[in-house]
């Protein structure tokens, strides 16, 4: 049990924060979409610093960065007070799942490209049918010849209005057991037959997007992972997926505390005996988020495999994250219920946290049954 | 004793229940918060069947129907989520009732009760955003069993909740002082927990009819307890909630000594239980629940908004408690003789 | 909606005031025996008045009370400190089955006496593999010409320690589905073969016994509504037991409430915000059970049955006692964990209340399906 | 950075778990609880294994480890919710370690470690019953960051926990005084703790166990939601439970800023999910749960008696309310270079 830095962990905290103070992009813009560009750029900008997958083998731009490295960039980034880096689904989800499962000429098509944000990416995993429910995907990829003929329909798919390829799971053959006929492809996003549609949420915006699919042709050389093997690959991202959790989650609540924090202590809203016991109780939830987080990536390195429970960490965050919006909401004054308000925003957006990258209750049955080993429902 | 809705009131139920699912859809619902507009032809509908002058005595223009009939048309209103300045004004005639002097009813319900002049009710001691006040030509400020009434218009506010025009009151010491009377404030408590309970039923029995036919894993996602017991204990809270708002809507209309407590009681209690419910509805739909075109939002916009209006949970658990203390040992007598 | 009590029901209150203000039965024994029997004394002298089994039809020596009445009668109980009177099985649970399900010999044999006390009642429906679920009872009686021959074992049954008879449920036909190969009998406790063996619970005390039966005979006069058909007899007792639920557990609850109450207040404890707040939430929680009691009897009254929303009473009674028992002694002081003080008997029985007469899940589970119509999980 | 036990750390625990699996079942602890004496037959093989001094220096007879590997010699033991007077001994001896003058730690500690003098720690202004207090040779009686060392008999107090000896403090300005050391509070705290989290994984793996395998309805209940996310859940809380115990240990050892903060919030954490979770493991396993026989009662009432002791979840979340307030910046570090 040691948690202070190792001396290479400790270098690289020092370089980075001086490189941070030098190559700082400033404060966001407001409109959603240069935001989102601005995000962009600022992946470019780690990327010529070497920052951009820190994680990545150097072979292919990244460092070779330990779970441990990595989170101490996200903290670096987080006190900095930079933005977390955009297409995130490139070098947390497509990147290492095409580094396991991709063939060479794979590998050198699409990882470069990721890091200097050429290749934006999404992923078309869920579907209006199937929800949760992966081994229930509908969306149907015929095969003709040396080409797929895809149709269908995805849900759920961020930033698939900038993206240039999709980690899109199909159904190849519907005679098998469900998860057994299943095949994992890059579709390329300007291909014809395409619709993207965005998704309006209850707060107003369109984070997500539908995307539809009439006779889209991929051809065949964009499978990942061989045909039929597509359940496999998708459990692979969805893995790299979890694993990237941890510390963004926790970046994410403790930078929403302290706004509150500091709020209520302008306010002098804590000598308010019940709003200063809530307060703190959601701080520990804060603390015990990020600590578990710290220790769950000691562990998987020191088994060398991330395991299933990232879904706990997840369920942590989306447990405290309502809480502390719900309280702020209830605290802060009435200004919050306001429509411009950043409380409300929070409070809206918070809705989906139990329900958006794996349900609170389907993260549940995979802690009882991968974590605890109950006996499974059915 | 007879702890439920005689067959008039039912029927009223009945009635209101079905003119609101054919003319206050969640289309109309959306394009009216969309457009931050009132549905002005369901306004005008409600205005035709008298609905503002439900609670105001006949003599001003009203139909003289008591708190308990006023509970059910607030509920069914809150049940459709109903996008017209209804709720504000039957507050503000309600209030007036029985804390204007009859010099006052006079002038200011029968224009009330035909809908000519929307209403709306607010506390002085809280700059919490008031529904159907962003619009409303007359607002009742309530001061500890005092008021005033105001013709001076309310700063609009807009809220997470465009299907009503919120506000907030200029002056609080501007307009005529009414009586002194308690009851304006308790009644008000239960309008505003009847269309609190409407809201949470709503989502509630959307999520039962979701939930039933939507499949996951190649049943039913209502076959899963996590999702059954989730509705199952909403169902439970709004029991509570239901006993306790007609319970007050009666106690309030009779004069009952428990009247003040139960109002209390409803209030923070629906405060919290309507948000809460339909929070987990729109989490029971899933991804679905979170988007614009589910409607589930509108139901869980107003109640968060109508939680802290007119005092929140803990500020109605402190009042209660202040109750209890001076009438210890007649709060839980279910016999008035 | 109308709370005021009718001209009928104030007449009775006023009556029974009076009476109870004359034979009021003072202070109870502090050994649990001996104020089981004092209790079954108090449903004697009850029985003397008239007012042993209120819902009972006049011709069983009851008075055809309504529920609303029965009701009246709880809280003038409860009002007048008096105890609910013993043998609440017998009068509650055996009376109105074999009323519906018994013989005329059957009922001329067995009503009277249990208002007499002279017949004291436990239920025999548990068993150790059974449990919440009664169509896995196993225990077995063998038809032998006019008699049954019963082996095997019951679990939680109560006052079996006192009884002279069980309601007992036994499987006589394995070769059926499950809940149709029952049979309902009354079993007389003095029969050879029968072993009563007290439960111990956490608390320290033996509210519950098992029972074990070695070829224990039981003529089949003795069955009640056929053979084959224990299921629905079985259905009739729980509703009955269902029905009594709400006033009892109402008149519980807010005694226990009024208790702590009293406490807070001799102590200063409710200048406590937190404790204040969260007292009156419970406040708040016993009124709402009390009323909804109170309107789920109207509703039954007009509808002329008892329905499924008994579970929800027992329902938020769990759920309240628990809150409030842990409230009490979080609250009242460092006596409350001392292994003497009430405190901490009422914290350590309200672990039972999510778990005995149907444990919380279960009722849940009748709640999705009976009351909101939810699709069954198998 | 490696947030994990060592490699000898671990060799502790799974010593420790072996030892006590064998010689602190059940049916010891039970007929220890029924007698309402310790397990003195336990009591001297722990005596012999030298775990009254784990955290004591080598110089004055104990074998001079850290608090990690005292936490993890504490949650062994509330796992298996031993009878023996350890839980106070090592309690006063740490205490001791940081607060006393050489001259009192060479008079009080050899005893300590060797177990021959059994010892428990207080708080001054707190009547709360004191774990093995009951039989204690030597009391700590915590003040602020300082406090008094008190050969004094306590008051036996009978809890609802009759597996150790629970007493009060009859005169806390007994005693000679202390050095001021806030670390004696905090590393108290960072062991009881780790013994109520023991105490919690316990009835939650006796839950997994039994709800695999006891059938009801034809399949295991833990094929039911409702029971499988229930513990499920209670893994979560665990899991913050472990994340902050073992934080805590390591930053009291090491003397980190985060330090008093850290002990604080382990305690706040476990005072309240200690109690649920062996609660909660109750209610999983239906009838049987609530019988003496089922021995989860040991766990559950003895995470509610340690719940209050030296402060409950409120009085911590205060304190470090307060920490928060004067370390703002500091708090959240992970890296402390």
């Known amino acids: 049990m040691d948690l202070t830095l190792s001396a290479d962990e400790l270098a690289f905290r020092d370089d980075f924060r001086a490189w941070i103070a030098d190559h700082h992009p400033g404060s966001p813009p407001s409109n959603v979409e240069e935001r989102y560009y601005w995000r962009l750029e600022w992946l470019r900008e780690l990327n010529r610093g070497g920052f951009a997958a820190m994680h990545w083998p150097s072979e292919y731009g990244g460092r070779g960065a330990t779970a441990m490295l990595n989170a101490v960039f996200f903290t670096e980034l987080a006190r900095a007070g930079a933005p977390i880096p955009a297409n995130h689904i490139a070098t947390f989800m497509a990147g290492p799942t095409i580094m396991q499962w991709g063939t060479q000429e794979q590998k050198e098509r699409y990882l ?109 050389s964009s499978v990942i992972g061989e045909v039929g093997n597509g359940w496999r690959v998708a459990m692979t991202t969805l893995m790299h997926e979890r694993s990237m959790i941890g510390a963004g989650y926790g970046i994410r609540l403790r930078n929403y505390l302290t706004v509150v924090e500091s709020h209520l202590r302008a306010h002098g809203l804590l000598d308010d005996p019940i709003v200063a016991d809530r307060f703190t109780d ?22 060398g495999s991330v395991g299933s429970e990232g879904s706990i960490l ?65 | 004793m007879r702890f439920m809705l005689s067959d008039e009131q039912s029927a009223i139920q009945d009635m209101a229940r079905e003119v609101l699912a054919a003319e206050s859809t969640f289309d109309r619902v959306r394009s009216a918060g969309e457009e931050r507009q009132y549905d002005s032809e369901l306004w005008a509908l409600q205005r035709s069947m008298g609905w503002p002058g439900v609670g105001v005595p006949q003599r001003w223009g009203g139909q003289g129907l008591g708190l308990v009939e006023l509970s059910v048309i607030a509920e069914e209103c809150g049940y459709a989520c109903s996008s017209t300045p209804l709720l504000g004004t039957i507050l503000a005639a309600t209030s007036l009732v029985s804390a ?131 509705l199952a204990q909403a169902h439970v809270d709004l029991t509570a909630a239901r006993s306790l708002v007609y319970h007050a809507a009666w106690a309030v209309q009779v004069g009952d000594s428990e009247a003040s407590a139960s109002a209390a009681r409803a209030k923070a209690w629906l405060a919290e239980a309507s948000r809460t419910v339909t929070g987990s509805a729109i989490h ?7 988007t614009w075109e589910a409607n589930l939002h509108w139901l869980f916009k107003r109640a968060t908004m109508l939680g802290p209006y007119l005092g929140g949970a803990r500020q109605h658990r402190s009042r209660l408690l202040d109750m209890l203390g001076t009438a210890q040992t007649t709060s839980h007598e279910t016999d008035h003789s």
């Not at chain 1, 299943?182 to 984070?207: A, C, H, K, N, V």
């Not at chain 1, 939830?285 to 998987?300: C, G, K, N, V, W």
């Not at chain 2, 009377?181 to 269309?195: C, K």
Request: hydrophobic share 40%; proline share 5%; aromatic share 8%.
């Open chain 2, 284 to 290: 029971a739909h899933g991804g679905i629940g979170f």
């Open chain 1, 314 to 378: 997840k369920l942590m965050w989306s447990d405290t994250y309502s809480r502390l919006a719900e309280f702020a909401i209830e605290t802060v004054g009435p200004d919050a219920l306001e429509d411009a308000s950043g409380w409300a925003w929070e409070y809206l957006r918070s809705r989906a946290s139990t329900i958006e990258g794996g349900t609170s209750d389907i993260l549940r049955n995979i802690v009882a049954d991968r974590v605890l080993g109950l006996p499974r429902a059915r």
């Open chain 1, 112 to 220: 470069a490209p990721m890091l200097r944000a050429d290749n934006v990416w999404c992923q078309g995993f869920s579907e209006p049918g199937a929800g949760s429910d992966l081994a229930a995907v509908a969306t149907f990829a015929a095969r003709e010849g040396d080409e797929f003929v895809v149709n269908g329909q995805k849900v759920w798919t961020s930033e698939a209005q900038y993206a240039h390829f999709c980690l899109l799971v199909t159904r190849t053959d519907r005679s098998v057991a469900q998860h057994k006929g299943l095949t994992y492809f890059i579709l390329d996003m300007s291909s014809p037959g395409i619709t993207r549609r965005p998704l309006r949420q209850l707060t107003g915006e369109s984070e997500f997007n539908e995307l539809f699919f009439d006779n889209v042709r991929i051809p065949a």
């Open chain 2, 100 to 230: 204007a002097s009859s010099e006052q009813c006079e002038r200011y319900l029968p224009s009330l009760a035909a809908g000519e002049v929307r209403g709306a009710v607010a506390l002085t001691a809280d700059s919490t955003p008031v529904p159907d006040a962003g619009e409303a030509g007359l607002i009742v400020v309530l001061e500890g069993s005092g008021g005033r009434v105001s013709l001076q218009p309310a700063q609009p506010v807009e809220t997470i909740d465009p299907t009503l025009r919120y506000g907030r009151v200029v002056d609080p010491s501007a307009g005529e002082p009414l009586n002194q009377s308690p009851i304006a404030y308790d009644s008000t408590l239960v309008v505003v927990s009847a269309h609190q309970l409407g809201l949470a039923q709503r989502a509630l029995d959307l999520s039962v009819a979701y939930t039933s036919v939507r499949e996951q894993f190649g049943v039913p996602v209502a076959t899963f307890q996590a999702v059954s017991h989730r």
């Open chain 1, 282 to 303: 959601l701080e520990i939830r804060t603390r015990a988020l990020e600590l578990s987080a710290l220790r769950q990536i000691s562990e998987a390195q020191a088994r």
